[in-house]
């Protein structure tokens, strides 16, 4: 009587972790895509800051040589 007690008692452990992997690999597939669309929009929002850092300094750029000709101007008027 008390073997057939210890195999029961062992089954139902092993019946609770197959439920417990059952939900942890569940858990851990929907992190899994979760993180992928964050890793996907985290590399989107990288390159439009890199985009708009490229814009920042092209604009810069144009406003010195703007800043230039106006101080030349100022100069020589």
């Not at 008692?9 to 992997?21: G, H, M, P």
């Not at 929009?41 to 890199?50: A, I, P, S």
Request: proline letters at 0%.
């Amino acid at each position: 009587m008390v073997k057939l007690e210890k195999f029961e008692n062992l089954e139902r452990r092993v019946d609770q972790l197959v439920k417990q992997f059952s939900v942890l690999k569940r858990e851990k597939d929907e992190i899994t895509s979760v993180l992928e669309v964050k890793s996907g929009e985290n590399k989107e929002t990288k390159n439009r800051l890199e985009k708009f850092s490229r814009e920042r300094h092209l604009i810069r750029s144009k406003l010195d040589v703007l800043i230039d000709k106006l101080e030349s101007m100022e100069r020589t008027g």
